[in-house]
């Protein structure tokens, strides 16, 4: 290898390798919106946002990806797993009324090619599930949980903001 061209490597790796090793998490919390997230079961996430007093005002549940020794590329929960986490996130009783009469279960559902799409809704919370319908991956890929008296606060960096009790 030349000279010139070992130095242009050199010169590439320390323009654009060495910022990357210093970041720190106040750095990064500066640049990016910091994101909670709980572990509900192996690798099953639920990650959070917050109002201002610290009370949660939505919850999104989804499959993480990455876990030790295991990269899984598939996205879908089984509704059964689903329907469960909700219940334990937020109970029959703290969902309040139901404020539509829907046909089956007090949730409606539409399907638009592969995606489906539930909705729930009470006096005091909104469920939304997407799933998958397609032969290949059927089952649901996220479910969102959303607060109606509790406006999420603006994004905040790093450590900024916790959590206190979902109900």
């Not at 404020?99 to 539409?110: M, V």
Request: aromatic fraction near 6%; include cysteine.
């Amino acid at each position: 290898m030349s000279a010139n061209k070992s130095s242009s490597i050199m010169c590439f790796l320390a323009v654009f390798a060495i910022p990357a090793w210093g970041q720190t998490a106040a750095e990064i919390g500066a640049r990016y919106r910091s994101v909670n997230a709980y572990e509900v079961r192996p690798g099953i996430l639920m990650t959070a946002k917050y109002a201002e007093d610290g009370q949660v005002c939505e919850v999104m549940i989804e499959k993480e990806h990455q876990t030790p020794g295991k990269v899984d590329l598939g996205s879908t929960i089984p509704r059964e797993l689903v329907n469960r986490l909700i219940n334990e996130i937020v109970p029959l009783a703290d969902r309040g009324k139901p404020t539509k009469q829907y046909l089956r279960n007090n949730a409606e559902s539409t399907i638009s090619g592969t995606v489906e799409v539930t909705e729930s809704d009470f006096e005091k919370v909104s469920i939304e599930i997407l799933g998958s319908v397609s032969p290949c991956a059927s089952g649901d890929v996220t479910a969102t949980i959303r607060w109606k008296r509790r406006a999420c606060a603006a994004s905040k960096a790093a450590g900024s903001v916790s959590g206190e009790g979902l109900h």
